[in-house]
């Protein structure tokens, strides 16, 4: 049944209008010229059909197969501690089994072109329904495909360059280059990762610094900087060039942690921010986001006890993620959790709670459980024992199906990475664009 509804996804891709990675805007007259258009098939504004199919296909699903599209695996290591850079049988079978909705790939994992490409046609070929390929490539510090030093990618500034040429920009009267800037930015991550077959970016950031007392996330220069209004332009314009290179771009960390000081990988977090000040600052990027189309949403595994009353990370909170996100906000994306086996929330209960609790309070995709099987068979159970309901299932596995329908998963002769990718990685007029962002944001200290 799963085959046959997918079969009528790709043929309503052989009739749908096609994309290309030419660039959203007309300010660098050079990048057609200098970047071959790839072959990769996409599409942003989907017919009505596509929803319809969507829906029959997710009805379709069993409950093991629902289950299995809300898991995101992260494939950094095999059993004997490896990196894996190559699907092996122990791979093969993971995926076989539980047939995960998407793989996060990581530095470990992102070493050459010709491997990567590969490594993402075997994930691909693994599975029936075509997965979502994520990392996080937000540019400076957390920065995936250069990471080994052998990827011919392109050097991505920070976010926190990126926001202060942007001031430069608004000081100088200029505020469509500022968003200009952003958006072309966003637009070249979005054309390197397509190109590689990553179709999903845990990007941007859309926190606001705290200026009296500067988070973790500042200080790794992370952030766009410390006014919500242009933080929410950027974030904004980030979202629709990475969406116009095909790949879906992930705003996070809801409802903001730009504040925090203390690293949620490795401790619990709470913010001492009330509603108040999350509306005034925090959620003002999100809103934007949202404004601009984004399709996923990344939680934040930090607590706002004066905002919520309660010490729930937000990443369970039905507070922050149904009320506030769905109803207030309006979003009906995926929300995807910020990694299960971080300690802000794998030291507060049992990984298979931690997920229940999240599906619970409205999150969509688990990311990078612990154990991704043991999740699976556990998640199961609960729908059968009537813990879970097929019908919050069938919710979540709507908007994932959506997202990827919308990224060009499904078509006739899809191709999961670019045959140019080695030309377009690194490119003259990527190059360039990095240049102009150095030396605007260098006048400022001129």
């Known amino acids: 049944m799963i085959r046959s509804a997918t079969g009528m996804l790709f043929c309503l891709f052989s009739v749908i209008t096609l994309g290309s990675c030419t660039p959203p805007q007309a300010r660098v007259p050079s990048a057609a010229e200098t970047v071959p258009q790839p072959a990769i098939q996409l599409n942003l504004n989907l017919p009505r059909v596509g929803d319809l199919l969507v829906r029959s296909l997710v009805r379709q699903m069993n409950e093991a197969e629902l289950v299995g599209q809300m898991i995101m695996v992260g494939l950094e290591q095999d059993e004997t501690g490896s990196a894996v850079t190559v699907v092996g049988d122990g791979e093969r079978q993971m995926l076989r089994s539980i047939a995960p909705g998407g793989v996060i790939l990581f530095g470990a994992n992102i070493v050459t072109v010709d491997q990567v490409q590969t490594l993402v046609g075997e994930l691909q070929r693994a599975t029936d329904i075509p997965l979502i390929i994520a990392t996080d490539h937000e540019g400076g510090l957390v920065s995936r495909l250069t990471s080994s030093g052998r990827m011919p990618a392109t050097v991505m500034p920070s976010a926190t360059l990126v926001g202060i040429a942007a001031d430069v920009l608004v000081q100088r009267g200029q505020p469509e280059h500022a968003t ?21 970016n845990m990007a941007p950031v859309a926190d606001v610094n705290n200026i009296e007392n500067p988070g973790l996330l500042a200080s790794q220069r992370r952030t766009y900087g ?26 996070k960390h809801f409802p903001g942690q730009g504040a925090a000081t203390l690293d949620s990988h490795t ?66 994306g995926v929300v995807v959790t910020d990694a299960l086996n971080m300690d802000a929330v794998a030291l507060r209960r049992d990984s298979v709670e931690v ?12 990311l990078k459980p612990i154990d991704p099987a043991a999740l699976h068979a556990a998640l199961v ?17 709507r908007r994932i199906m959506e997202v990827k329908l919308r990224a060009g998963l499904f078509g006739p002769s899809t191709l999961w990475t670019d045959p140019a990718a080695t030309e377009i990685l690194g490119s003259a007029a990527h190059q360039d664009l990095v240049e102009e962002i150095r030396s605007v944001a260098r006048s400022r200290r001129e």
């Open 180 to 200: 200009d800037l952003a958006r072309e930015w966003g637009y070249v991550i979005g054309c390197e990762l397509r190109a590689l077959g990553i179709t999903m």
């Open 226 to 251: 410390s006014d919500p209004a242009l933080v929410g332009e950027l974030v904004a314009a980030t979202v629709s060039g990475m969406h116009a290179a095909g790949v879906t771009a992930v705003l």
């Open 267 to 332: 401790a619990p977090v709470a913010l001492d921010h009330t509603r108040a000040r999350l509306d005034q600052v925090d959620l003002v990027p999100f809103v934007a986001g949202i404004n601009a189309g984004a399709r996923a949403i990344m939680s934040a595994h930090i607590s706002y006890p004066r905002a919520t009353g309660g010490d729930e990370p937000a990443t369970t909170s039905p507070q922050l993620l149904t009320d506030l996100l769905r109803h207030e906000l309006g979003f009906d």
């Open 355 to 366: 997920a229940m609790a999240a599906i619970r309070a409205g999150a969509d995709i688990m």
């Open 381 to 397: 159970d609960a729908v059968n024992s009537g813990m879970l309901s097929r019908e919050r299932l069938e919710e979540s596995v």
